[in-house]
């Protein structure tokens, strides 16, 4: 309770002291933009193939920094990250449609059906096909 209050306290106070100088606060706001551009990138075209390279230029990083820029804000390598994205894509499609489990991989952007396979179990723990049988029952 006593936490609460003093939270509670600080929040209301208005003696605030800033704790950056704005050039953090503008290189916060470069590297949230940077992020957030890659991210809005990946999530609009993840359907398509994605390489390193092109996600680094659209960042202006070299492919070494990009790789360990990405992966120290998404806690995920690059192509964890899209696999991840696509595998949602796919448990979306797997739960609502009628597709077939070789449509459905390659309307989320995967190009080979043993590879998806592989890919989702990973991701998953469970087949597409076993997925989709969960919540058919």
Known sequence: MELIQILTILSES????????ST???QNEVDSARINGVL???IQNY?????LGDMAR???MSESAFSRYFKKR???TFSQFITEIRIEHACKLLVQDKMSISAISVESGFNNLSNFNRQFKMVKQTTPLAYRSSFTQ
């Open 14 to 21: 208005e003696d605030v002291q800033e704790l950056s100088n």
């Open 74 to 76: 998404t806690r995920r």
């Open 58 to 60: 659209l960042a202006n």
């Open 24 to 26: 953090m606060s503008l």
């Open 47 to 51: 359907q398509e193939e994605m390489h």
């Open 40 to 42: 809005s990138y990946i």
